[in-house]
């Protein structure tokens, strides 16, 4: 009776390692393994994502754009600033030259060589990022959505920025003004 047990057993467990398809991606130690995956690209070439990157960057770059930014209470749902931006919010961390410079001028052998926009030659380790600037950005997350309307959310503690490059629909906007005694 144990023999049979035990067969049943073990037939039950061969059954069950065949049938599990969680170890199709496993190498015989049981590893999981990289799995590679064939992105389709658009007639011009690039990945929907490199093509969100690239039209992100001619949107903030649009000569003479009008955005729209609301500052929204994480808590209450409410609009409590609404402004419209000339051009595009741009984060503090960002600027013309990069922070750590190898040589200027007339020393440039070693390093990332580029010229700034007042003419001046640098040598770093730092390259100017797609735009153009170095530093680092807010992070954010932007999309399109079904009517071609551009959005940017910039999230943190209390409140969450939204950015669109037409107006959005608030129901009010309310701006605390608390006077000091």
């Not at 749902?77 to 000339?86: A, L, N």
Request: aromatic share 10%.
């Amino acid at each position: 009776m144990k023999k049979l047990l035990y067969l049943v057993l073990g037939l039950c467990l061969l059954f069950s390692v065949a049938c599990d398809d969680t170890n199709a991606t496993s190498n015989a130690n049981g590893q999981v393994q990289q799995q590679d995956v064939a992105v389709k690209t658009q007639a011009n070439g690039l990945t929907t994502e490199q093509n969100n990157v690239k039209n992100r960057l001619l949107e903030d770059n649009k000569p003479g754009a009008i955005k729209h930014l609301y500052v929204i209470s994480a808590y209450s749902g409410q609009c409590i600033m609404y402004s419209t931006v000339k051009g595009k919010v741009t984060s503090s961390g960002k600027r013309l030259r990069p922070t750590s410079v190898l040589y200027s001028d007339k020393n440039w052998q070693n390093g990332y060589v580029f010229t700034t926009p007042d003419g001046t030659k640098y040598a770093s380790n730092e390259l100017p990022q797609d735009d153009g600037t170095f530093g680092q950005s807010n992070e954010y997350i932007y999309w399109w959505d079904t009517q071609n309307r551009y959005h940017q959310i910039y999230i943190s503690g209390g409140t969450f920025v939204t950015i669109s490059d037409e107006p959005l629909p608030v129901k009010s906007i309310t701006i605390n003004v608390e006077e000091q005694k």
